[in-house]
């Protein structure tokens, strides 16, 4: 399996309790999604390793769980490391509401601009993420926030969009200098 293949879950954080438990953070806006899983990879040295466990407890995004057939010495080497799972497993969104893997290399077309280019990646920043669109290889930056989503087309793979008055002036001007 393939990091390309799969999502972001969370991490193995710490050791908890005396059993060889570990705390789970698991970076998901619905954790509860997850109370029946059972197995995750566990990046280890640049490979995906597939582990298996059972969730002792789940409150909010906070997980302990107890690995299957390894010790406690095993168990506690796993903390810091990422977890993943293979992008099949991701519930279905439908409407405005997207995974950002999904819109990557949709066109994106403003209310007020037309066609402003290409989405090339979302870009994660600690306040807020901004989508990062190419047109004519000028980056455009247009936050990722409810107000600007118009309208997702998953089949026509476009992204309609209200960019915040003058943002994109702000790129256009820079492009015509």
């Not at 799972?85 to 969104?93: Q, V």
């Amino acid at each position: 399996m393939n990091i390309s293949d799969c999502f972001y879950l969370g991490r193995v954080t710490k050791p908890w309790g005396t059993k060889g438990q570990m705390a789970l953070f698991l970076d998901v806006d619905t954790p509860a999604d997850y109370a029946d899983l059972d197995s995750a990879f566990v990046e280890v040295k640049g490979q995906l390793v597939p582990y298996f466990f059972h969730i002792d407890q789940l409150n909010g995004n906070r997980a302990v769980v107890t690995f299957e057939e390894i010790d406690a010495d095993h168990a506690a080497a796993l903390a810091g490391r990422d977890l993943y799972l293979p992008l099949s497993l991701l519930p279905k969104l439908d409407g405005n509401r997207f995974y950002f893997h999904e819109v990557v290399g949709f066109r994106v077309v403003d209310s007020n601009y037309g066609d402003i280019g290409t989405l090339d990646q979302v870009v994660e920043y600690p306040a807020q993420p901004l989508f990062s669109i190419s047109k004519n290889g000028t980056e455009i930056l247009v936050p990722v926030i409810d107000q600007v989503i118009d309208r997702v087309d998953r089949e026509g793979r476009t992204l309609y969009i209200t960019a915040p008055n003058g943002l994109i002036d702000l790129y256009l001007d820079e492009m015509n200098k």
